[in-house]
């Protein structure tokens, strides 16, 4: 069973349940019935139309489920609106149905939370992980989320800015480890871009083009992660690059900055600099600053204290550091890499240490697990 397949058909087969007259939530039930049923019979008995076969059997279950509900007399007339086999329609509604879950109805973090569950196909866990909160308290706001727009019209897009925070979020799941998930992000913005004139989708696309040319250098052929400074640079793809840096310079061009384009300014340095020595960390400042004016976001100011180490030396980067929460992830394996390069190795591999332990994927705890281990042998010697 494809399970990547499967992904890809859901958002398709949820849309038209919903423009047949399901309300969202019960929608979604439907078609996790439906999936859980694919993954039992495919494997004997693969069906020549996946989409349509999809369809059926979730518009099925929704029906059974409306029967039983207490409107079932108004439901019931939908019997009648079941539609006659063959293939389905091929049309793509994944970013449809994004501006669909960004309802006015629910505030723009409610939304973003049930559109990475129910479209974007993130785990309650990796949703929580996004958003820096407990799973249970992201639980609990998916939950509010699909109580609110069940039974209600979803017939007036949402805003676009929370379309956008979607689709970064899932980018960055993807970027982290699944690389369908990155692709798909890409290729949604790509059709956003492509249907509205906006500053902050071309930031956006430019940002996610940009990172994703540095996909191939980012793991060693063992799986282990290489930092940015260690990337072999004839590994990025280079035309991803010149296109990312085109979009941005387009959109930097309008006078309208938002927090993807100078997001995206900071990746362009990164990514136009021959080796890591001459990166233009002054510059990077800059924009760092730019973005912290933006988002007031501690994870920015984080990102920040690295930059301000490598521009304006160490000290001036732990005395950055020292000035936000420690326990913002990854303030630990921060402080680890600022130490080792101010020359305190005993320190830095006490951090690395405790920053593996803290660590919520797999790839990155093994990395710093290492760096500990490294700067140990190093001191036995």
Same mark, same amino acid.
């Given at each position: 069973?494809?399970?990547?397949?499967?992904?890809?058909?859901?958002?398709?087969?949820?849309?038209?349940?919903?423009?047949?007259?399901?309300?969202?939530?019960?929608?979604?039930?439907?078609?996790?019935?439906?999936?859980? =049923?694919?993954?039992?019979?495919?494997?004997?008995?693969?069906?020549?139309?996946?989409?349509?076969?999809?369809?059926?059997?979730?518009?099925?279950?929704?029906?059974?489920?409306?029967?039983?509900?207490?409107?079932?007399?108004?439901? =019931?007339?939908?019997?009648?609106?079941?539609?006659?086999?063959?293939?389905?329609?091929?049309?793509?509604?994944?970013?449809?149905?994004?501006?669909?879950?960004?309802?006015?109805?629910?505030?723009?973090?409610?939304? #973003?939370?049930?559109?990475?569950?129910?479209?974007?196909?993130?785990?309650?866990?990796?949703?929580?992980?996004?958003?820096?909160?407990?799973?249970?308290?992201?639980?609990?706001?998916?939950?509010?989320? *699909?109580?609110?727009?069940?039974?209600?019209?979803?017939?007036?897009?949402?805003?676009?800015?929370?379309?956008?925070?979607?689709?970064?979020?899932?980018?960055?799941?993807?970027?982290?480890?699944?690389?369908?998930?990155?692709? =798909?992000?890409?290729?949604?913005?790509?059709?956003?871009?492509?249907?509205?004139?906006?500053?902050?989708?071309?930031?956006?696309?430019?940002?996610?083009?940009?990172?994703?040319?540095?996909?191939?250098?980012?793991?060693?052929?063992?799986?282990?992660?290489?930092?940015?400074?260690?990337?072999?640079?004839?590994?990025?793809?280079?035309?991803?690059?010149?296109?990312?840096?085109?979009?941005?310079?387009?959109?930097?061009?309008?006078?309208?900055?938002?927090?993807?384009?100078?997001?995206?300014?900071?990746?362009?340095?990164?990514?136009?600099?021959?080796?890591?020595? =001459?990166?233009?960390?002054?510059?990077? #400042?800059?924009?760092?600053?730019?973005?912290?004016?933006?988002?007031?976001?501690?994870?920015?100011?984080?990102?920040?204290?690295?930059?301000?180490?490598?521009?304006?030396?160490?000290?001036?980067?732990?005395?950055?550091?020292?000035?936000?929460?420690?326990?913002?992830?990854?303030?630990?394996?921060? %402080?680890?890499?600022?130490?080792?390069?101010?020359?305190?190795?005993?320190? %830095?591999?006490?951090?690395?240490?405790?920053?593996?332990? *803290?660590?919520?994927?797999?790839?990155?705890?093994?990395?710093?697990?290492?760096?500990?281990?490294?700067?140990?042998?190093?001191?036995?010697?």
């Amino acid at each position: 069973m494809d399970e990547a397949r499967l992904r890809s058909l859901t958002p398709g087969v949820l849309a038209v349940l919903v423009r047949r007259g399901a309300d969202f939530a019960a929608a979604e039930d439907a078609v996790q019935d439906a999936l859980v =049923e694919a993954v039992r019979v495919w494997p004997d008995h693969p069906p020549r139309d996946a989409k349509g076969w999809l369809v059926t059997v979730a518009w099925r279950r929704f029906l059974d489920a409306a029967r039983a509900d207490t409107t079932r007399r108004r439901r =019931e007339e939908r019997v009648d609106r079941e539609p006659p086999p063959g293939p389905a329609p091929g049309a793509d509604d994944t970013l449809w149905l994004y501006f669909l879950c960004a309802h006015p109805t629910l505030t723009p973090s409610s939304a #973003v939370a049930l559109t990475l569950r129910a479209v974007g196909g993130l785990t309650t866990r990796q949703i929580a992980g996004a958003y820096l909160v407990p799973e249970a308290t992201m639980a609990q706001r998916i939950s509010r989320a *699909k109580r609110t727009v069940s039974g209600v019209r979803l017939d007036r897009p949402g805003d676009v800015s929370t379309v956008l925070r979607v689709l970064y979020l899932v980018f960055n799941e993807g970027y982290s480890g699944d690389l369908d998930l990155a692709a =798909e992000a890409i290729r949604l913005t790509r059709q956003l871009a492509d249907a509205i004139d906006h500053p902050e989708v071309a930031g956006l696309l430019a940002l996610m083009l940009l990172h994703h040319a540095r996909r191939a250098a980012r793991t060693a052929p063992d799986g282990s992660l290489v930092p940015l400074a260690e990337q072999d640079r004839r590994r990025w793809d280079t035309r991803a690059i010149a296109e990312g840096v085109r979009i941005l310079q387009t959109a930097l061009a309008r006078d309208r900055l938002g927090e993807y384009q100078a997001q995206a300014a900071i990746a362009a340095l990164h990514a136009d600099a021959p080796t890591a020595a =001459e990166t233009d960390w002054v510059q990077i #400042v800059e924009w760092y600053d730019e973005l912290a004016r933006l988002t007031d976001s501690p994870v920015v100011r984080l990102n920040r204290a690295v930059a301000v180490g490598e521009a304006d030396g160490l000290r001036a980067g732990l005395t950055a550091l020292a000035a936000l929460d420690e326990s913002l992830p990854r303030h630990t394996a921060v %402080a680890a890499y600022l130490h080792e390069r101010d020359g305190d190795p005993a320190t %830095a591999a006490r951090l690395y240490a405790e920053a593996a332990r *803290k660590a919520s994927n797999l790839a990155e705890r093994d990395h710093l697990t290492r760096q500990a281990a490294r700067l140990n042998a190093q001191r036995d010697r």
